[in-house]
């Protein structure tokens, strides 16, 4: 017994003399800026929200159907399930370990390893037995308290990889209705540019007829018609491109895809303005950055838990139980078999065993903090990017407009002198191919205008999906 107070109490001596983990560093070591620097005037009326296309009722038809069972998310949410089963395992190791258990045992002993008392022994014996038994791990310092901590912050971090795959989706949900849009207004120019060039190609056949003209203009009056029906001929392959697009994302026929994509909508609707937003927003709504924090969180509660296997172990443990060599006596008060104790354990040699585990944990705690600060600064980079390509789209929109505009009048003007014998055929036709493409040019910069809002939208870390989400009927 003294043997046993001896040891036990260089166990818990030991054990306290050990040193815990070095200190590791957390998400307040990151230091973001003041503001972002390419962010525009604060503007109460732009709000992040406004920068999806939600007045189109293509996108929100097709985001509300892939956020409902698209499968990437479906995926991604099963994981969040599984992550949320492990941590109630992980909590329900601090609760009491109840079980119960019943035994029938045959027993045969051979009487002559008794010598001559064996004729008195009965050599044949059943016992029946039944028992509840109990055991509790106090957990006085915190092992399983940091393991559950650390399991619900993987938890937390596997919701925001959910997050991350719902915000992408509905991005590239979001740009691929807006190349369709766009599509449709290049069509529609690019259309134009082809009767435009007819027209000029029946004038130059009327005066190659007339004999007031050679052939050599109907020609190139035809060139330039083909050309336009060239472009408007490509377009086919991009159609084709974004249908199989939206049918990988929403996992829905082509049929029902291009029904929905056919549903009329504004052409050219208002460019939303910029919401100008502080860094810190990153921090609360972008899900990638959220989830990078749960998992330094997670790997600093390992730690944690990893350090706290130096320290004693006390587990209380009970039973209450029966045991009768006769079923009928199985009940009986004298059939009470019950016992309770503890044991207080802890390592005492481990050769370096939980020394080594501790720095595995901490190398994968400074790990997790340069994971996070990464995190960190890409969604700054990505937020800074996004902000200039707003504002160099919009100037590329406006010029690119601006120049349609132009060429189209000047090529109306040349046609009008020309009917009016003040410009030759040549000038007609170098202002035709001037106007030619750049109304599909200006569709096309009104188009990546739109598009780099969605990238400003998720960089920002988008908002509530609530109205996204909103189950139809």
């Known amino acids: 017994m003294r043997v046993g107070n001896v040891s036990l109490a260089a166990v818990v001596l030991l054990a306290g003399c050990a040193g815990g983990p070095a200190e590791m560093p957390t998400a307040s070591d990151v230091t ?3 503001a ?3 962010a525009p005037e604060e503007n109460a009326q732009a709000q992040i929200a406004n920068l999806l296309p939600n007045s189109d009722p293509a996108f929100q038809s097709l985001s509300n159907r892939a956020v409902k069972d698209a499968p990437v998310l479906t995926e991604a949410l099963a994981r969040v399930e599984a992550a949320r089963a492990s941590a109630r395992r992980a909590g329900s190791e601090r609760l009491p370990s109840i079980n ?3 035994t029938v045992e045959y027993a045969e002993t051979n009487p002559r390893q008794f010598g001559n008392a064996g004729t008195l022994i009965d050599t044949s014996r059943t016992s029946y037995g039944a028992n509840v038994t109990a055991s509790w791990d106090a957990d006085l310092f915190g092992r399983l308290r940091a393991s559950e901590l650390a399991a619900k912050a993987r938890l937390d971090a596997t919701g925001g990889d959910a997050a ?12 691929a209705v807006i190349d369709w849009r766009t599509l449709a207004a290049r069509r529609t120019s690019l259309e134009g540019d082809v009767k ?11 005066r190659e007829e ?3 003209a050679p052939g050599f203009d109907r020609v190139r009056a035809d060139a330039a018609a083909s050309a336009s029906r060239s472009r408007l001929a490509l377009l086919e392959s991009e159609r084709a ?3 199989g697009r939206l049918v990988t994302l929403t996992a829905r026929p082509a049929s029902e895809v291009v029904a929905v994509l056919e549903t009329p909508a504004d052409m050219a609707p208002t460019l939303s303005s910029a919401p100008a937003a502080l860094p810190s927003l990153l921090l609360a709504n972008r899900p990638d950055v959220q989830a990078a924090a749960a998992r330094l969180r ?6 944690a838990a990893t350090a706290a296997q130096r320290f004693p172990r006390l587990t209380l443990s009970g039973t209450l139980g029966l045991l009768a060599f006769d079923l009928d006596d199985l009940f009986d008060r004298d059939s009470r078999v019950d016992s309770i104790g503890g044991s207080l354990t802890g390592p005492l040699l481990d050769f370096g065993r939980i020394a080594a585990e501790i720095d595995e944990a901490e190398a994968d705690t400074v790990g997790a903090f340069a994971s996070y600060r990464g995190a960190v600064f890409s969604a700054l980079g990505e937020t800074e990017a996004a902000y200039l390509s707003v504002e160099a789209a919009d100037r590329q929109a406006v010029a690119a407009t601006r120049e349609a505009e132009q060429a189209a009048r000047a090529a109306r003007l040349s046609e009008v002198r020309f009917r009016a014998g003040l410009s030759d055929f040549l000038t007609v036709l170098e202002a035709r191919r001037a106007a030619d493409a750049s109304g599909e040019r200006a569709a096309i910069a009104a188009g990546q205008a739109r598009r780099a809002r969605i990238l400003l939208w998720q960089a920002l870390g988008g908002v509530s999906f609530d109205s996204i989400a909103e189950a139809e009927g």
């Open 298 to 303: 997670a790997a600093d509660a390992q730690l």
């Open 100 to 102: 119960a258990g019943a």
């Open 36 to 38: 972002f620097t390419f």
């Open 196 to 206: 435009a060039a007819e027209a000029i190609s029946r004038l130059a056949s009327v």
């Open 164 to 175: 991350a795959v719902r915000l992408a989706l509905v991005s590239e949900i979001a740009a």
């Open 32 to 34: 973001l800026p003041s």
């Open 241 to 243: 491109n974004l249908i």
């Open 210 to 212: 007339a004999g007031i």
